[in-house]
């Protein structure tokens, strides 16, 4: 399992219509590992958010959970082929419109490497038909190598890591122990965007991001060999590393000293904008 999984079974969508998604899992207790999954596209939604604009994806993801609870998606490739790499046929490196879409709750997501998505790696909330309409919980972001290769040093950018919106609340990015914590770094936007609810939205807040390696290589070290900040070779996220937008009581780190993320190498480490945030 994890990033050094040995992946013998490919889903290729190069050869699909627009719109098609590689997995799309409706009830509960099943488990995904050892799949390379790519080349499924669809449409990304831009949607502004202050300083940023973050892009959204109904359709071109490589799995998606829409309902039940306690699936187990460890162990895959999402965004590349069974070796690693980034198939041949991606334009400017994009292989998958979204990696990984969640809604529904108490889910784990651990191990997998997800890179290449035109939108974020890891998407948590509902979808953009109805995003008010559900309270999306529980779910647990684990170990996972999100815009970087296998070897955890080489970007593979996402444009974003990970974006919890859509009601999402209560979820863990990253978790109680070090080994659980995820590298989430090289994308070409933030690393983790928290985007709250609108004043007719549900809520968003309440989520854990701890334990995390942010814009570094999984060594804890940033690298950057041109030393050019944005031209891709580095591990640095290219917005912020954390980023809340009208969401509260979200927790960055923890009680502990060992529970608090490593930001290094990104535009901003944290960027917490609007009333509502704390």
Known sequence: EGNNAVIKIELDGSLLPVGSNGLEITSGQSEVRGLAIHSFRGTPIPRLEFLDVVLVAENGMGIGLWAGTGNIISG?????????????????????????????????????????????????GAGLADPQARDIHSNKVYGNYIGMARDGTTPLPNYSGVLIWGGANANEIGGG??????????????????????????????????????????????????????????????????????????????????????????????????????
């Open 76 to 124: 895959n490739y999402l965004g590349a082929r069974a070796d690693g790499s980034l198939p041949s046929q991606s334009p400017g490196g994009r292989t998958i419109t979204s990696g990984i879409t969640i809604g529904s709750s108490s889910n784990v997501v651990q191990e997998n490497m997800i890179v290449g998505s035109e939108t974020a790696g890891i998407i948590i």
């Open 177 to 278: 122990s070090a080994n659980l914590g995820n590298l989430i770094s090289g994308n070409t936007s933030t690393g983790v965007s928290i985007v709250g609810a609108t004043a007719t939205g549900t809520f968003v807040g309440s989520n854990v991001i701890q334990r995390n390696l942010i814009g570094t290589d999984r060594t804890g070290k940033l690298i950057d060999p041109d030393g050019k900040a944005t031209s891709g070779d580095e591990t640095g996220n290219q917005h912020s590393g954390i980023q809340i937008m009208r969401s509260p009581r979200n927790i960055i780190g923890g009680t502990t000293a060992d529970a608090g993320n490593v930001l290094s190498g990104n535009e901003a480490g944290v960027l917490i904008v609007g009333s509502q945030s704390d």
